[in-house]
């Protein structure tokens, strides 16, 4: 099998790479963090991982339970750079729970008819009914990130999305729904570590594409481009949720922690849920450490 785009990604690490990236891929070794700011060295144990894995899961179907009885409805948004780790993460919540229920949501590019529309409306027809929850990987913060790093939108139409997205999440919390949105933090390194493990693999290479390419030679407007958009974005009523996720593990099960906290279902456990983890999860300041 071909590699997509020719082994871009390997050409960049070749060529374009900063030195300390480079340096901390090569020289790491076996579960070691590459990113030298994240707070542990390596990785989470796996068996303590599956363990408490295993525990959250079962509160994530009360959790289910309890919204399919009251009718409440639950919107958890993920976001972050490519490769951050939002698949994996979604994955885990919602394997154990009802998919006629549980829904991830994840759109493609607009089609023409919805390029023409309001740009939060094709967003507004997946919102959850009764008794749901929705998953979205990615959201309407394309345009505050990618689309104005890559020129997708003008200046003015982001500027525009920046004026109207507060008071659409605030007409979604005041309808009652629960709206939690998660930003998914990854360092350099491992995310250019991520990618060679993709283009290497011939089952996912389906997940890279051109835009992982160019984006590497674009971090730095992304940083900008992420700091703005969350500051300008983090409400009382719709607040960030940063999770570092160089370490997939401890980023699943905090990120699953950071909702089951926040709700007072049935039969919660709280011992089961354990304490989240404030070096791994944080407000807007943990963007940087």
Same mark, same amino acid.
């Given at each position: 099998? @071909? !590699?997509?785009?020719?082994?871009?990604? &390997?050409?960049?690490?070749? @060529? &374009?790479?900063?030195?300390?990236?480079?340096?901390?891929?090569?020289?790491?070794?076996?579960?070691?963090?590459?990113?030298?700011?994240y707070p542990y060295v390596k990785r989470m144990n796996r068996n303590a991982y599956e363990d408490e894995l295993a525990a959250l899961q079962i509160e994530l179907v009360r959790l289910q339970a309890w919204a399919r009885a009251t009718g409440e409805r639950i919107v958890v948004v993920f976001e972050g750079r490519d490769a951050a780790g939002k698949g994996g993460t979604i994955s885990r919540f919602r394997e154990n729970l009802n998919p006629r229920h549980a829904r991830v949501v994840a759109l493609s590019k607009p089609s023409d008819v919805e390029a023409g529309q309001?740009?939060?409306?094709?967003?507004? /027809?997946?919102?959850? &009914?009764?008794?749901?929850?929705?998953?979205?990987?990615?959201?309407?913060?394309?345009?505050? #990130?990618?689309? *104005?790093?890559?020129? $997708?939108?003008?200046?003015?139409?982001?500027? %525009?999305? $920046?004026?109207?997205?507060?008071?659409?999440?605030?007409?979604?919390? /005041?309808?009652g729904i629960k709206l939690f949105k998660i930003w998914l933090n990854v360092g350099q390194a491992t995310q250019l570590k991520r990618f060679l493990d993709r283009e290497a693999d011939p089952l996912k290479q389906w997940k890279l594409s051109w835009i992982d390419v160019?984006?590497?030679?674009?971090w730095e407007a992304y940083t %900008?481009?992420?700091?703005?958009?969350? =500051? =300008?974005? *983090?409400?009382?009523?719709?607040?960030?949720?940063?999770?570092?996720?160089?370490? %997939?593990?401890?980023? =699943? !099960?905090?990120?699953?922690?950071? #909702?089951?906290?926040? !709700?007072?279902?049935?039969?919660? /456990?709280? %011992?089961? !849920?354990? &304490?989240?983890?404030p070096l791994v999860v944080g407000g807007p300041d943990l963007l940087h450490g």
């Amino acid at each position: 099998m @071909d !590699l997509p785009f020719d082994g871009g990604i &390997s050409r960049f690490f070749a @060529d &374009s790479a900063p030195n300390a990236v480079r340096l901390a891929i090569n020289g790491a070794k076996k579960n070691q963090i590459l990113n030298p700011d994240y707070p542990y060295v390596k990785r989470m144990n796996r068996n303590a991982y599956e363990d408490e894995l295993a525990a959250l899961q079962i509160e994530l179907v009360r959790l289910q339970a309890w919204a399919r009885a009251t009718g409440e409805r639950i919107v958890v948004v993920f976001e972050g750079r490519d490769a951050a780790g939002k698949g994996g993460t979604i994955s885990r919540f919602r394997e154990n729970l009802n998919p006629r229920h549980a829904r991830v949501v994840a759109l493609s590019k607009p089609s023409d008819v919805e390029a023409g529309q309001w740009y939060f409306q094709r967003y507004i /027809d997946h919102m959850p &009914s009764a008794g749901e929850i929705v998953l979205f990987d990615r959201s309407w913060y394309n345009r505050g #990130v990618v689309e *104005h790093v890559f020129e $997708f939108c003008t200046p003015e139409a982001r500027e %525009k999305w $920046f004026g109207q997205v507060n008071t659409f999440e605030n007409m979604l919390v /005041d309808e009652g729904i629960k709206l939690f949105k998660i930003w998914l933090n990854v360092g350099q390194a491992t995310q250019l570590k991520r990618f060679l493990d993709r283009e290497a693999d011939p089952l996912k290479q389906w997940k890279l594409s051109w835009i992982d390419v160019e984006g590497l030679n674009r971090w730095e407007a992304y940083t %900008k481009a992420i700091d703005e958009t969350i =500051r =300008r974005t *983090h409400t009382d009523a719709a607040p960030w949720t940063i999770v570092r996720s160089d370490d %997939k593990r401890r980023a =699943r !099960l905090n990120a699953i922690r950071s #909702v089951l906290t926040t !709700l007072d279902y049935t039969g919660r /456990d709280d %011992k089961s !849920l354990e &304490s989240i983890d404030p070096l791994v999860v944080g407000g807007p300041d943990l963007l940087h450490g």
